[in-house]
């Protein structure tokens, strides 16, 4: 059974930094594309990072170019998102998504037998 779990969420001041991990369980993550999805109060989930096996030409949503990288430890089957400048409109739910998603320079696309985390909440505020 496939596991992913989210953790490093938390509350952090505008400016500040915050480090996501997303643990994989049941698969090797270093096979398969991953992407780091937010779902902020009231609006649609969206696709703000994604990249392929080989973190080749990663894909970046506008909201978060510049400020929030990404990165795979194989020997831990595990992926960050390093977020940095943290800004309000960050606040939302962080999810790790993993398996055949695709991506473009235009967005992300999840398939319907990706894996997914259960989420942790990231919220910025003074």
């Known amino acids: 059974q496939v596991h992913l779990v989210e953790s490093g969420g938390g509350l952090v001041q505008p400016g500040g930094s915050l480090r996501l991990s997303c643990v994989a369980s049941?698969?090797?993550?270093?096979?398969?594309?991953v992407g780091w999805f937010r779902q902020a109060p009231g609006k649609e989930r969206e696709g703000i990072l994604c990249?392929?096996?080989?973190?080749?030409?990663?894909y970046f949503s506008d909201s978060v170019k510049g400020r929030f990288t990404i990165s795979r430890d194989n020997d831990k089957n595990t992926v960050y998102l390093q977020m940095n400048g943290l800004k309000p409109e960050d606040t939302g739910v962080y999810y790790c998504?993993?398996?055949?998603?695709?991506?473009?320079?235009?967005?992300?696309?999840?398939?319907?037998?990706?894996?997914w985390g259960q989420g942790t909440q990231v919220t910025v505020s003074s």
């Open positions: 998504v993993a398996g055949g998603l695709t991506y473009s320079n235009f967005g992300c696309w999840v398939e319907p037998d990706d894996f």
């Open positions: 990249t392929s096996s080989g973190n080749l030409d990663p």
């Open positions: 049941g698969i090797t993550l270093g096979h398969y594309a």
